[in-house]
């Protein structure tokens, strides 16, 4: 009877070995993933962002961590800017194809400043800043490539209605895994120190501890704070619900 049928039994039986195969290899590489993404994350990684701390908040929202015995964490400002120029070439998301390219132009950048490279961040390419005072600018190497940005063009961008123009000096590779602050563009301190700013901060939230941020909510109204964990408890979840569903169509 298979040899009656030779082709039609050859294209089934491949047919149900590929089935079968990929089962097993979702089955494997989910728990794989699942494990590995685990691994990745140091114990006291950070599970909580703060945003829209007020520059003249920053000693008491420190103050408040020391009180409660927690690490005072980093803060890194943050200045809200749309880009409007390349090389004195206007940019809008007509210019490009690409959805994530077209919806970086049509909305505003967080962009920060800092002195030294920021930890989780490597030189791709370029330098770190040059002389002092110099209007320079660091961009992530994904974002870079998405807009067609390379080393020494020159930004312009729109910031509370004023404009300003530096160039590029370096593309960064970034570690978006650690759940530390990133941004895409990071400039010199004094070219947008100037501007209006607000404080952005991740930090380490101990299991059994959630009661203190009903208490710094009431502290500080103002500020708003990003559970990761439960988010990141939420991605699981439609994981491993998503490898299921695929698990019983095959």
Not at 55 to 78: C, G, I, K, T, Y
């Amino acid at each position: 009877n298979l040899a009656r049928h030779g082709r039609s039994n050859a294209v089934q039986i491949v047919a149900l070995s590929l089935g079968g195969m990929a089962l097993l290899l979702l089955t494997l590489v989910r728990a794989e993933l699942m494990q590995n993404w685990q691994e990745r994350l140091p114990p006291d990684a950070p599970n909580r962002f703060m945003v829209n701390i007020q520059p003249d908040q920053r000693a008491a929202v420190r103050s408040f961590f020391a009180r409660h015995q927690l690490a005072a964490p980093e803060m890194f400002p943050m200045v809200r800017g749309r880009l409007i120029a390349i090389n004195q070439r206007s940019v809008s998301a007509d210019d490009y194809i690409e959805p994530n390219a077209r919806s970086l132009v049509q909305r505003e950048f967080n962009l920060s400043w800092s002195e030294v490279l920021p930890e989780g961040n490597k030189l791709a390419q370029g330098e770190w800043w040059g002389q002092s005072g110099a209007a320079e600018l660091s961009v992530e190497e994904g974002i870079a490539k998405n807009l067609g940005i390379s080393l020494g063009d020159r930004l312009t961008y729109q910031v509370a209605g004023q404009s300003f123009s530096a160039t590029v000096t370096s593309l960064r590779k970034v570690d978006w895994d650690s759940f530390h602050v990133n941004f895409f563009v990071i400039a010199t301190p004094a070219l947008l120190q100037g501007y209006p700013a607000s404080y952005i901060t991740a930090f380490h939230l101990p299991a059994g501890e959630e009661a203190l941020l009903n208490g710094m909510v009431r502290a500080f109204p103002n500020l708003t704070v990003i559970d990761v964990a439960a988010l990141m408890d939420q991605v699981r979840a439609m994981m491993e619900r998503i490898a299921s569903t695929v698990e019983f169509v095959f």
